[in-house]
């Protein structure tokens, strides 16, 4: 008999009606034989309710009593949904997180999960039994009540079927799957049938605002399919596994983060350590830092731009204005009022011309680009806040992610029909016991040192710029794979971007002769640079990560030249010559986390 998670958010779960629906639904999967674990978030709003309460008596609450607090929510639900499923006639038990033995860190309001013992819920499942389980709690060593930070249920969901070794995780809420944008921004969103883990990682980190990011983190480590679909309506959702809906698009989603801060920090001394000493003090803080554009260093001063929330801008400052002034360098232009919008799609790792199509969209609707950043299957650009919902449609519009593509999976719940059928992995679970499940988990270190760099100093910042140079090098068969560029104070851009060695020579001329038509323009090329890849799992939302990497490369007093991280990897460019010494320092430094 298979085990089946149904998870269901706080706005399935909102009221007694809903509470019923939801047991039925438990009720039907039981009937039909399956084992259920419900995990359940609290009801509605509470949660937010519960923190103004917080904050009513204490502007600043203890992080222990505020989980103390927050916990409760999910306590509510769970109590109340086993009593609806005994109300129908069928058994059901309900348990916290401590109860569970969901065991996590010690960081309150944002713990992370280390193990999860499954025999009791085990031993309740095969008394007959449908498991109420408490979303997006846990406890740590000193049996202290943790939570997993906001939508942490999804995470508690995944988890749990991973290590229950459950068919599938259905996340039951209040939209009807995964869609190419957020519809309630875009109405002409659609339905995605299939997500890849990559993609669903970027989209939802991007606040494409469906599901916890940690939590499709734990599908993809531990193989859990994930289902995700409305509690409200029949429509069959969207499913989330290893392959995405058409293989081979070059872009399947977009999305778009509102509220973000840029802040450009300016003539710092660019020495190996000087990534470290200004990203881990930010780090330690757990603020997360988004995009980071490195400047061309000049005269060994650098100027580094990156992005946090927004609500993070000031204690991101006062964090790092000690250091900058270490460094010799000032605090630069800093805004709030600036937005992200991304596409993303795990064919445009394979494609020409992807960017430029972006840019040029964006271009002629007049947007403004003043940062972008790119992974292998992710673009993205920061706007103007104001503009934000234009620059989303516009790009949603022009890879036409409304229309269902021709050769779409037609039944993407055929795969999740073969993966129920499998084999109950044996060693899969075994090397879940006793593993820091939210771990980190690298799957390579790599050098790419068949790459050059080529170099914009001073463009002009206004639509078109970038559109114009893509389509220079898309129509000179050029392939762009990394790209950062950032705006300064002055209102000029520069724009970094490597190539394939191979293509040096043609690249440079083609850069110089739309360097030449843009005035003031200057173009630098470097021929013998190297990149270095640390892919894996967890990894953005390990801030931690990305300071090992810039440690142990600091360590070797090796500078770097460019940077761009995304949720399954991190990229920095260095110096040609120092590319081998770099991968074995990365390889040292992540040798316990290679899997
Ligand atoms: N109740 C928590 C929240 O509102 C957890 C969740 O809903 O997943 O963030
Ligand atoms: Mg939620």
Redesign the pocket.
């Given at each position: 008999m298979g085990i089946v998670v149904q998870k269901f958010?706080?706005t399935s779960v909102a009221n007694s009606q809903l509470i019923l629906s939801a047991a039925r639904k438990a009720i039907r999967a039981h009937q039909e034989g399956q084992q259920v674990v419900v995990v359940v978030?609290?009801m509605g709003k509470?949660?937010?309710h519960l923190i103004e309460l917080a904050h009513e008596v204490n502007e600043n609450p203890p992080t222990r009593e505020m989980d103390m607090l927050?916990s409760t929510?999910?306590q509510v639900s769970v109590a109340l949904m086993a009593m609806a499923i005994d109300s129908l006639g069928y058994k059901a038990v309900s348990l916290t997180g401590g109860q569970i033995g969901i065991r996590t860190d010690s960081s309150h309001t944002k713990a992370r999960i280390k193990s999860i013992s499954t025999e009791r819920v085990k031993k309740l499942l095969d008394e007959g039994n449908i498991v109420i389980a408490a979303?997006?709690q846990g406890i740590d060593e000193n049996f202290d009540i943790t939570t997993l930070g906001?939508?942490?249920?999804?995470t508690t969901a995944v988890a749990l079927a991973a290590v229950l070794d459950a068919e599938t995780c259905e996340i039951y809420t209040d939209v009807d799957g995964v869609y190419t944008t957020d519809p309630r921004i875009l109405p002409e969103a659609r339905l995605a049938r299939k997500v890849s883990y990559d993609e669903m990682l970027e989209l939802a980190s991007l606040g494409a605002g469906v599901m916890?990011s940690r939590s499709i983190e734990f599908g993809k480590k531990f193989d859990v399919p994930i289902h995700v679909r409305s509690s409200l309506s029949d429509v069959p959702g969207s499913v989330i596994v290893n392959e995405p809906e058409v293989v081979g698009a070059v872009v399947s989603g977009a999305a778009m983060t509102k509220d973000e801060a840029r802040v450009t920090l300016r003539g710092i001394d660019n020495q190996p350590e000087t990534m470290l000493r200004i990203f881990e003090p930010i780090a330690n803080k757990k603020i997360s830092v988004d995009m980071i554009v490195q400047g061309t260093p000049s005269k060994g001063r650098t100027t580094l731009a990156f992005t946090v929330p927004r609500n993070e801008l000031a204690l991101t400052l006062k964090t790092v204005r000690p250091v900058v002034e270490q460094l010799g360098g000032e605090i630069g232009e800093c805004s709030d009022q600036v937005s992200k919008v991304s596409v993303v799609g795990l064919g445009m790792a394979e494609q020409y011309g992807v960017a430029e199509r972006m840019f040029r969209a964006l271009s002629i609707a007049g947007i403004n680009i003043q940062m972008i950043t790119t992974s292998e299957i992710k673009i993205s650009v920061l706007v103007d806040r104001n503009e934000s919902l234009r620059a989303l449609r516009t790009v949603h519009e022009e890879f036409k992610l409304h229309q269902l593509p021709e050769n779409a999976v037609t039944d993407p719940f055929t795969t999740l029909a073969k993966r129920r059928s499998r084999v109950a992995p044996v060693e899969v679970i075994s090397r879940l016991q006793g593993v820091d499940m939210e771990g980190l988990t690298i799957d390579d270190v790599l050098l790419d040192d068949q790459q050059s760099r080529i170099t914009f100093g001073n463009l002009p910042c206004q639509p078109g710029v970038a559109a114009q140079i893509f389509s220079a090098f898309s129509q000179g068969r050029i392939f762009v794979d990394m790209i950062v560029q950032n705006t300064d104070d002055q209102n000029r851009s520069d724009l970094s971007i490597t190539v394939p060695r191979n293509q040096f020579r043609e690249a440079l001329a083609v850069a110089n002769t739309v360097g030449g038509s843009l005035p003031g323009a200057t173009v630098v090329g470097k021929e013998e640079i190297a990149k270095l890849v640390v892919a894996g799992i967890g990894l953005r939302s390990h801030t931690g990560m990305a300071i090992t990497m810039f440690r142990a490369l600091a360590e070797c007093g090796i500078s770097l030249e460019m940077i761009s991280t995304s949720e399954v990897r991190v990229n920095v460019v260095v110096d040609g010559s120092v590319g081998r010494a770099g991968l074995d320092a990365l390889r040292t430094a992540f040798a316990k986390a290679l899997r």
């Open positions: 958010g706080g978030s609290a509470n949660t937010d927050l929510g999910e979303g997006f906001r939508g942490g249920s999804d916890h």
